[in-house]
């Protein structure tokens, strides 16, 4: 049972900065990722990185997020820097295992303007 625990939300004001941290439990996993669902919308993309390090950015974060994982630790990381109001949702940590998708239970991200 792969099982993951996030860390990191919080409350912080815009053009500040959080780090986010999700740890997997089992063994590797072939893409590791952020997604976030803001309140009255769908949950969407924030960015992934592959085993191999090939990373994938939704346009709105692209050069103020970075994605990092440790494949040894099954950890990924997500540093957010000049944070905005829209950036407030719940982020979710989420892994693929072959055909099969492993969601963490969330952590709440929010910016006050």
């Known amino acids: 049972q792969v099982q993951l625990v996030e860390s990191g939300g919080g409350l912080v004001q815009a053009g500040g900065s959080l780090r986010l941290s999700c740890a997997a439990s089992?063994?590797?996993?072939?893409?590791m990722g952020w997604y976030r669902q803001a309140p009255g919308k769908q949950r969407e993309l924030v960015a992934h990185?592959?085993?191999?390090?090939?990373?994938n950015y939704a346009d709105s974060v692209k050069g103020r997020f970075t994605i990092s994982r440790d494949n040894a630790k099954n950890t990924v990381d997500l540093q957010m820097n000049s944070l905005k109001p829209e950036d407030t949702a719940v982020y979710y940590c989420?892994?693929?295992?072959?055909?099969?998708?492993?969601w963490g239970q969330g952590t709440q991200v929010t910016v006050s303007s």
């Open positions: 989420k892994v693929e295992q072959g055909l099969r998708n492993y």
């Open positions: 089992g063994s590797t996993f072939s893409i």
């Open positions: 990185i592959s085993s191999g390090g090939r990373t």
